[in-house]
C-alpha cells in the first residue's frame, strides 16, 4: 500500500499561483510513477500532470502546458505541482496518484486513471476573479 496525502491548495486570484505537494508513504516512492489529475464539480476526473521513468519524464495536459510543472523529490517522497498564471478554469479537486513504475511505459499510459493504484484524498484548487 501506499499512503497518498496531499496539501497546498487554497483560494487564489486569477492569475496567482500555488504549490500542491503529495507526501508518500508505505513503499519505496522512486518505484513509483507519479500523476496530478483534478476534477471539478459535474465534469470527469481529467489528467494534469505526470513524472515517469528512471529519468524523470514528465508529461501534461495541453490546458496546462507552460503553467504547471510537475516535479519529484525522492529523498522526501513527495512529489509536487507548481502552478502560475492560474484561471478560473483551473478550480477543481485535485488528487495525486500512484502506478508502479513498470506500468507507465510512456505518455499514452501515464494519463490515464485506470493505470493507477493508489490516490489521495485531494486538495481544493478554487480560482476566483
Known amino acids: 500500500q501506499v499512503q497518498l496525502v496531499e496539501s497546498g491548495g487554497g483560494l487564489v486570484q486569477v492569475g496567482g499561483s500555488l504549490r500542491l505537494s503529495c507526501a508518500a508513504s508505505g513503499r519505496t516512492f522512486s518505484n513509483y510513477a507519479m500523476g496530478w489529475f483534478r476534477q471539478a464539480p459535474g465534469k470527469e476526473r481529467e489528467f494534469v500532470a505526470s513524472?515517469?521513468?528512471?529519468?524523470?519524464?514528465?508529461h501534461y495536459a495541453d490546458s496546462v502546458k507552460g503553467r504547471f510543472t510537475i516535479s519529484r523529490d525522492n529523498a522526501k517522497n513527495t512529489v509536487y505541482l507548481q502552478m502560475i498564471s492560474l484561471k478560473l478554469e483551473d478550480t477543481a479537486a485535485y488528487y495525486c496518484?500512484?502506478?508502479?513504475?513498470?506500468?507507465?511505459?510512456?505518455?499514452?499510459?501515464?494519463?490515464?486513471?485506470?493505470?493507477?493504484?493508489?490516490w489521495g484524498q485531494g486538495t481544493q484548487v478554487t480560482v476566483s476573479s
Open positions: 513524472i515517469f521513468g528512471n529519468d524523470g519524464r514528465t
Open positions: 496518484a500512484a502506478a508502479p513504475m513498470w506500468r507507465i511505459t510512456g505518455q499514452p499510459m501515464s494519463v490515464k486513471p485506470a493505470a493507477y493504484d493508489f
